[in-house]
């Protein structure tokens, strides 16, 4: 398990930020996504790598790049008012992110050892996202964010039903090679299948 990282300095946060810093920065501000970090840390190794639907703002990304992963992050919202700390993040990745605007319910994926499913929380999203080609590129697990506050009623504003049942189908067709590893109830939700 990684360390949680030391406090970051005073002065201009974005300029000096490591990427422990910024991890730092959200788990201070109690962002959605870093409550789970200890999960992430525990099951993502240095050197593997992640691929990432949906970015925001760049929570799960910094968590997974302080374990040391390589990160491909899919998204299609610009990231006009996040670009300075995208950019920032970029340089601190040193080559181990990459950032592709996409669809992700029909773009193929590179082989990778975790995917990250964060991006519209709808029913009709997340079982496109679960397509048979994407689940053959996943070695070890599929992580979920929001499994609890959109696990039943979905997004609103996208309409639609809630991300969970999706899971639970794609848990139970025949020959699925995942199970259930971690499931939290706490906060907005957070949930691991491993192979």
Known sequence: MKNTPHKPKTG???????IADLVVMWQEREGAMSPYYPVI????????????????????TAAFLHAGAIVVSYDLDLPDPRIE????????????WAMV????????????????????????????E??????????????????????????KSQGGGGIW??????????GCPFHLDYHATEGVGFTVLMR
């Open 130 to 155: 679960l397509r048979p080609d994407v689940v053959a590129c996943v070695r070890k697990g599929i992580m979920f964010h929001d499994t609890i506050v959109h696990g039943v009623d979905g997004r």
């Open 85 to 96: 700390l995208y950019r920032h993040l970029s340089k601190l990745a040193a080559g181990r």
């Open 101 to 128: 605007y996409a669809d992700t319910r029909v773009i193929p994926i590179p082989p990778c050892d975790w995917l990250l499913v964060d991006s519209e929380h709808t029913y009709d999203q997340v079982k496109a």
């Open 41 to 60: 840390w525990e099951r993502v190794k240095t050197g593997e790598t992640v691929v990432e639907f949906g970015l925001r703002r760049g929570g799960s």
């Open 165 to 174: 049942p999706a899971i639970e189908e794609f848990l139970a067709e025949p």
């Open 12 to 18: 201009d946060l974005l300029k000096q930020a490591t």
